[in-house]
């Protein structure tokens, strides 16, 4: 049963600062977003190539790494969804040509990310089975480059022209 008192304390609670981002938040360009995410994919590459090791050694801890990147993964993700895309997708709202080609490349980001999602549950399986571990790992760590590089390419320097567009004409209105 849907309760009104659960969904006016969840809008109570984003309207507190701190809160991390969501789909309440209204649409604006921040300039620290993409050096954040790039930090974030830093981390997650180191995290998966310290616990490689681990793989075939210790496969209870690897079993926890394994879902630990996964979930900064989807983290990572989560935070594309609620402040990257909705951005670009505003700045390209006017144009029907680019707002088409924007999410025909969002929906190829989707598939990559979702690739890279079912590697690392495969990497979860054979850490469970003890078979292939090291072909799982290799699959993992080329879906992540991928997803990675079509961020990086794409996605991420267009949020960065959109968003010194959209400074630049602030300025020039003021």
Not at 13 to 31: F, H, K, M, R, T
Not at 107 to 133: K, Y
Request: net charge positive; aromatic share 8%; proline share 5%.
């Amino acid at each position: 049963m849907f309760k009104f008192t659960a969904l006016r304390q969840a809008v109570q609670e984003v309207d507190a600062p701190g809160i991390p981002p969501s789909w309440n938040l209204p649409v604006q360009y921040d300039a620290t977003l993409v050096p954040g995410l790039v930090a974030e994919h830093d981390e997650l590459d180191a995290r998966f190539a310290a616990m490689t090791g681990t793989l075939a050694r210790d496969p209870a801890i690897a079993e926890f790494a394994v879902r630990d990147c996964a979930e900064r993964l989807h983290r990572l993700r989560h935070t594309e969804a609620l402040q990257l895309y909705p951005v670009i997708a505003h700045a390209l709202s006017a144009d029907p040509i680019q707002r088409r080609l924007f999410w025909q490349s969002r929906l190829v980001m989707l598939g990559l990310a979702r690739r890279v999602l079912r590697r690392f549950e495969d990497l979860e399986r054979a850490v469970q089975t003890g078979n292939g571990t090291a072909v799982a790992a290799g699959y993992v760590v080329a879906g992540m480059a991928e997803y990675r590089r079509r961020n990086e390419s794409t996605m991420y320097p267009l949020y960065e022209r959109i968003g010194r567009r959209s400074v630049a004409g602030k300025t020039q209105a003021a």
